[in-house]
């Protein structure tokens, strides 16, 4: 344990260096708030320095099983931490909503509990905004380096393409070959969506803070109103882009950059399975829009539908259809949305959900077990993209989809306990989970201000169990894990 945290130590040190963003931000606008950054920073890094140098005799080479703990303690850690400068620069926000809103940002949820974003402090939300974007590139990293090794990531079908080695006993090496190969695109996507933003029309500022949010697939926004503040369809063009392709695997944007190819893509199951599901999803939503009337054009369906359902499927949660949300849509388009937050991105990514991949061997799984009940001899092995899927990875992804529908099922009720509806409890418990912007059926404004304390404790346990893989969190609460 004690080894463990001095490698908490180093991160927490080293997430005083995020600080230097809000402060540049606070300087270059004039907000006043750049000391309390810097006070927070201090803090974090003296703290992290602190411990580190405690437990610096105990350091020792992480295995598999730290994996876990690191995490899993590191992850609600750091959004502790970024409650700092929330709770100093606003008095009147408790620690329980702080708390949510850095949870909700290093988890790349994207969901808020804050009012008055257009008149927030400039500094406050592109600390906000920053949180998503560091997250995200940490979520990325964890799912290539770490996750791989645990075997609950789903990653494995891509261990042939992986940068660097895959070990099976050291997490160290292979987390920082992850960083090296994820750092390089992660920020060209960055840089590429602030030009792409500001050349649509977006200020500097915005542009930025929407560019970290798309990039990191968190639906973070500096607007109340979220993107249908800008009503502009270029703008909305450029977010669909930087969504889709953040919602692609990394591993095959780095294998494609560093050998100047498209055959990457063109050779990934989970890709050509989500290009199609978007696909039907667009074109479904926009002909029942339509059908009902809700906008006059065809061409106008298609703006709202395909906005709309890809920053759904790809769990950012951005809208663009203005105040009130889809109060005024078919209810089955807005729960079909919510639906497909729950598969539709790849592994190596920021998105939430179970992922594409595993799904794909579920249902080459139910395949074959059709083909078993007709040819009980026959030898159907599972494949996804040619490649054979052991059976160990098989149990693993069962067991997997087993807590997940039951962690989903827990929270509902407890929800319910609060005395939420169940309409509401559900939708807000799936998209929690499913690490997806989302907010209260009915309400006006698109966020979850209007939960009580014990409903956002319920929904910040939810983000960090979705994040994490869920076998991540509950594996601590086990007596096998602490059995020696």
């Given at each position: 344990?004690?080894?463990?945290?001095?490698?908490?130590?180093?991160?927490?040190?080293?997430?005083?260096?995020?600080?230097?963003?809000?402060?540049?931000?606070?300087?270059?606008?004039?907000?006043?708030?750049?000391?309390?950054?810097?006070?927070?920073?201090?803090?974090?890094?003296?703290?992290?320095?602190?411990?580190?140098?405690?437990?610096?005799?105990?350091?020792?080479?992480?295995?598999?099983?730290?994996?876990?703990?690191l995490v899993t303690v590191g992850w609600a850690l750091l959004a502790v931490a970024a409650t700092l400068p929330l709770m100093m620069a606003m008095p009147g926000l408790t620690f329980t909503r702080a708390l949510f809103e850095t949870m909700s940002g290093?988890?790349?949820?994207?969901?808020?509990?804050?009012?008055?974003?257009?008149?927030?402090?400039?500094?406050?939300?592109?600390?906000?905004?920053?949180?998503?974007?560091?997250?995200?590139?940490?979520?990325?990293?964890?799912?290539?380096?770490?996750?791989?090794?645990?075997?609950?990531?789903?990653?494995?079908?891509?261990?042939?393409?992986?940068?660097?080695?895959?070990?099976?006993?050291?997490?160290?090496?292979?987390?920082?070959?992850?960083?090296?190969?994820?750092?390089?695109?992660?920020?060209?996507?960055?840089?590429?969506?602030?030009?792409?933003?500001?050349?649509?029309?977006?200020?500097?500022?915005?542009?930025?803070?929407?560019?970290?949010?798309?990039?990191?697939?968190?639906?973070?926004?500096?607007?109340?109103?979220?993107?249908?503040?800008?009503?502009?369809?270029?703008?909305?063009?450029?977010?669909?882009?930087?969504?889709?392709?953040?919602?692609?695997?990394?591993?095959?944007?780095?294998?494609?950059?560093?050998?100047?190819?498209?055959?990457?893509?063109?050779?990934?199951?989970?890709?050509?399975?989500?290009?199609?599901?978007?696909?039907?999803?667009?074109?479904?939503?926009?002909?029942?829009?339509?059908?009902?009337?809700?906008?006059?054009?065809?061409?106008?369906?298609?703006?709202?539908?395909?906005?709309?359902?890809?920053?759904?499927?790809?769990?950012?949660?951005?809208?663009?259809?203005?105040?009130?949300?889809?109060?005024?849509?078919?209810?089955?388009?807005?729960?079909?949305?919510?639906?497909?937050?729950?598969?539709?991105?790849?592994?190596?990514?920021?998105?939430?959900?179970?992922?594409?991949?595993?799904?794909?061997?579920?249902?080459?799984?139910?395949?074959?077990?059709?083909?078993?009940?007709?040819?009980?001899?026959?030898?159907?092995?599972?494949?996804?993209?040619?490649?054979?899927?052991?059976?160990?990875?098989?149990?693993?992804?069962?067991?997997?989809?087993?807590?997940?529908?039951?962690?989903?099922?827990?929270?509902?009720?407890?929800?319910?306990?609060?005395?939420?509806?169940?309409?509401?409890?559900?939708?807000?418990?799936?998209?929690?989970?499913?690490?997806?912007?989302?907010?209260?059926?009915?309400h006006a404004m698109w966020n979850l201000h209007a939960l009580t304390s014990p409903q956002i404790w319920i929904c910040t346990?939810?983000?960090?169990?979705?994040?994490?893989?869920?076998?991540?969190?509950?594996?601590?609460?086990?007596?096998?894990?602490?059995?020696?």
């Amino acid at each position: 344990m004690l080894g463990i945290l001095y490698f908490l130590g180093l991160i927490l040190a080293a997430f005083g260096l995020v600080y230097l963003l809000p402060i540049g931000c606070s300087l270059a606008t004039g907000d006043g708030l750049w000391p309390i950054f810097l006070v927070c920073a201090a803090l974090t890094a003296v703290i992290g320095t602190g411990l580190a140098t405690l437990t610096y005799k105990y350091r020792r080479e992480l295995k598999p099983r730290d994996g876990f703990m690191l995490v899993t303690v590191g992850w609600a850690l750091l959004a502790v931490a970024a409650t700092l400068p929330l709770m100093m620069a606003m008095p009147g926000l408790t620690f329980t909503r702080a708390l949510f809103e850095t949870m909700s940002g290093l988890t790349t949820t994207g969901s808020t509990v804050l009012t008055g974003l257009d008149t927030l402090a400039p500094s406050l939300n592109f600390w906000r905004c920053s949180l998503i974007w560091v997250g995200g590139l940490a979520v990325i990293v964890v799912a290539m380096g770490v996750m791989p090794l645990l075997g609950i990531g789903g990653m494995q079908l891509y261990k042939a393409d992986a940068p660097g080695p895959v070990k099976d006993q050291k997490l160290e090496p292979r987390i920082t070959e992850a960083a090296r190969s994820v750092w390089l695109v992660y920020v060209l996507l960055t840089v590429a969506g602030i030009i792409g933003l500001r050349v649509a029309g977006m200020t500097w500022f915005d542009a930025i803070c929407h560019a970290f949010s798309a990039v990191s697939l968190g639906g973070f926004s500096t607007h109340d109103a979220s993107i249908a503040y800008f009503h502009s369809a270029a703008v909305e063009v450029v977010l669909m882009v930087l969504m889709l392709v953040a919602s692609m695997n990394f591993t095959r944007h780095f294998v494609a950059l560093r050998r100047l190819t498209l055959k990457p893509y063109r050779n990934d199951p989970e890709f050509k399975a989500m290009a199609i599901v978007l696909s039907l999803s667009i074109l479904g939503v926009t002909l029942l829009l339509l059908a009902d009337g809700v906008y006059p054009t065809f061409n106008t369906s298609l703006r709202y539908a395909a906005f709309n359902v890809i920053s759904m499927a790809t769990t950012t949660g951005w809208v663009s259809v203005g105040r009130g949300g889809f109060n005024h849509w078919p209810v089955f388009a807005p729960i079909w949305m919510l639906f497909l937050t729950g598969f539709v991105c790849s592994t190596g990514t920021t998105g939430g959900g179970i992922k594409m991949f595993r799904t794909l061997v579920l249902a080459r799984q139910a395949e074959r077990e059709l083909k078993l009940l007709v040819h009980p001899s026959g030898v159907a092995p599972v494949r996804v993209g040619r490649r054979p899927i052991p059976e160990r990875v098989g149990d693993a992804i069962l067991a997997f989809i087993f807590l997940y529908f039951m962690a989903l099922a827990l929270l509902v009720f407890a929800m319910l306990l609060t005395g939420m509806g169940f309409d509401s409890a559900f939708r807000v418990v799936v998209a929690s989970v499913n690490n997806t912007a989302y907010g209260l059926p009915g309400h006006a404004m698109w966020n979850l201000h209007a939960l009580t304390s014990p409903q956002i404790w319920i929904c910040t346990t939810a983000m960090l169990l979705g994040r994490l893989e869920i076998f991540s969190v509950i594996v601590l609460f086990t007596r096998t894990f602490w059995r020696k």
